[in-house]
């Protein structure tokens, strides 16, 4: 069994820099995709980044150039660095997980088997 927590979220004005990181524990076999998404209140989700196991990274045009997704096979972890951070930034941040017999390709990172519980980012004026 597969379990995410996420840490690092916090409150900061806009230009601003935070680093959200995903810790996992037990392991599922597989082809695999780890990814964030978030929500905002009253917004459906929105996949922000997602790595796949052939080294494929992907973004959202929304954070390209801003957010960097890297993962840390050593400690098992996933990070999401961000910078410049803006006021539609502010959402509920999870981290997910995807271990299947295929690619990953057609799922949306939102849509993942796994996640954690979430961490709020909040980006003010």
């Known amino acids: 069994q597969v379990q995410l927590a996420e840490s690092g979220g916090g409150a900061v004005q806009a230009g601003g820099s935070l680093r959200l990181s995903c810790a996992q524990s037990?392991?599922?076999?597989?082809?695999?995709?780890l990814g964030w998404f978030r929500q905002a209140p009253g917004n459906e989700p929105e996949d922000v980044a997602r790595?796949?196991?052939?080294?494929?990274?992907t973004y959202a045009d929304s954070v390209k150039g801003r957010f960097t997704i890297a993962k840390d096979n050593a400690k098992n972890a996933l990070a999401l660095q961000m910078v410049n951070l803006k006021p539609e930034d502010t959402a509920a941040y999870y981290c997910?997980?995807?271990?299947?017999?295929?690619?990953?390709?057609?799922?949306?990172?939102?849509?993942?088997?796994?996640r954690g519980q979430g961490t709020q980012v909040t980006v003010s004026v």
């Open positions: 037990g392991y599922a076999y597989g082809y695999y995709c």
């Open positions: 997910a997980a995807y271990y299947g017999g295929s690619s990953c390709l057609n799922v949306r990172t939102s849509s993942f088997p796994y």
């Open positions: 790595f796949e196991v052939d080294g494929t990274i």
